[in-house]
T-cell receptor, first 116, second 113 residues
Framework: ETGVTQTPRHLVMGMTNKKSLKCEQHLGHNAMYWYKQSAKKPLELMFVYSLEERVENNSVPSRFSPECPNSSHLFLHLHTLQPEDSALYLC???????????????FGEGSWLTVV | GESVGLHLPTLSVQEGDNSIINCAYSNSASDYFIWYKQESGKGPQFIID?????DKRQGQRVTVLLNKTVKHLSLQIAATQPGDSAVYFC????????????FGKGTLLTVNP
């Protein structure tokens, strides 16, 4: 148990559907992240939030829309996805946005997304 | 359970042996490195880190070695146990960013009892 909880763990959606992934961290951290992990590529950073403000959109298509209503919750809204978007989506958090020794990034267990 | 990164380098060792997992990083300006462990069906878990002003750092049963000359990082696991079976990733932090980690593809470690 890392203190970062993601729901749902598995999601199957059609290309015309709208769905959302939810992440909640119970660690009192100020920074939250969305990463994508697919079979063909290493872990990729998608979005970064610090104190509820987005500080990074790593060239992610607009069919992925993040939302951070407060420092404990992070959503990833999904709309008109493509089959190649099927992947494991990982949420993570850290105390501060700067990565350094002692400021570990904690990952959730991920949401497996399949787009059909 | 599920797995990602199906076409990974693999390392198979006997229980009790030492394991060495290697990683070549890409940017000579990177100044901070992390090793993560990812078990099947779980998210990555921090193992150990090292700054670029160090050559070696030791943890509990793990040691990370950094060779900046050849941009090479290794993770040594002593007395490998079945619970060490997982995918291991290295990650580097470019000098120009304070949060943008770049991850390696990973190595699948299998420990045989």
């Amino acid at each position: 148990e890392t203190g970062v909880t993601q729901t749902p763990r598995h999601l199957v959606m059609g290309m015309t559907n709208k769905k959302s992934l939810k992440c909640e961290q119970h660690l009192g951290h100020n920074a939250m992240y969305w990463y994508k992990q697919s079979a063909k590529k290493p872990l990729e950073l998608m979005f970064v939030y610090s104190l509820e403000e987005r500080v990074e959109n790593n060239s992610v298509p607009s069919r992925f829309s993040p939302e951070c209503p407060n420092s404990s919750h992070l959503f990833l809204h999904l709309h008109t996805l493509q089959p190649e978007d099927s992947a494991l989506y990982l949420c993570a958090s850290s105390q501060e946005i700067e990565v350094y020794s002692g400021n570990t990034i904690y990952f959730g267990e991920g949401s497996w997304l399949t787009v059909v | 359970g599920e797995s990602v990164g199906l076409h990974l380098p693999t390392l198979s060792v006997q229980e009790g042996d030492n394991s060495i997992i290697n990683c070549a990083y890409s940017n000579s300006a990177s100044d901070y490195f992390i090793w993560y462990k990812q078990e099947s069906g779980k998210g990555p878990q921090f193992i150990i880190d090292i700054r670029s002003n160090m050559d070696k750092r030791q943890g509990q049963r793990v040691t990370v070695l950094l060779n900046k000359t050849v941009k090479h990082l290794s993770l040594q696991i002593a007395a490998t146990q079945p619970g060490d079976s997982a995918v291991y990733f290295c990650a580097e932090l470019f000098g120009g960013s304070n949060y943008k980690l770049t991850f390696g593809k990973g190595t699948l470690l299998t420990v045989n009892p």
